[in-house]
């Protein structure tokens, strides 16, 4: 079993920058591919970003392609979303889960973290 926990959300402005982190437990980390969703308040959970086992391989939903950036550091069992211009339609709750193999679909993924919250004001 994997625990995780997110932090480093927070409040921006509007073309700000946030990296949220997301600590892993457990010896098996680097077996899981990892990825980010968000889900805004009256809005399903949405894919984000999903990075490989090795991190070699990234995958990004067209909302955030080219702003954010996943990565992840086996060594420290954490996963990383650095985000850059942030914009008034990405504040959300945002989670990371692991995942067997790379995936868009949430309903694949294995473990859930309780998410961090990110606001942008304009």
């Known amino acids: 079993q994997v625990q995780l926990v997110e932090s480093g959300g927070g409040s921006v402005q509007a073309g700000g920058s946030l990296r949220l982190s997301c600590a892993a437990s457990?010896?098996?980390?680097?077996?899981?591919?990892m990825g980010w969703f968000r889900q805004a308040p009256g809005k399903e959970r949405e894919f984000v970003g999903t990075i490989s086992q090795s991190g070699g391989n990234t995958y990004y939903a067209d909302s955030v392609k080219g702003r954010f950036t996943i990565s992840r550091d086996n060594a420290k069992n954490k996963v990383f979303l650095q985000m850059n211009s942030l914009t008034p339609e990405d504040p959300a709750l945002y989670s990371c889960a692991a995942v067997s193999s790379l995936s868009i679909a949430r309903y694949e993924y294995l473990y859930w973290g309780q998410g961090t919250q990110v606001t942008v004001s304009s």
């Open positions: 457990g010896r098996t980390f680097s077996s899981y591919a």
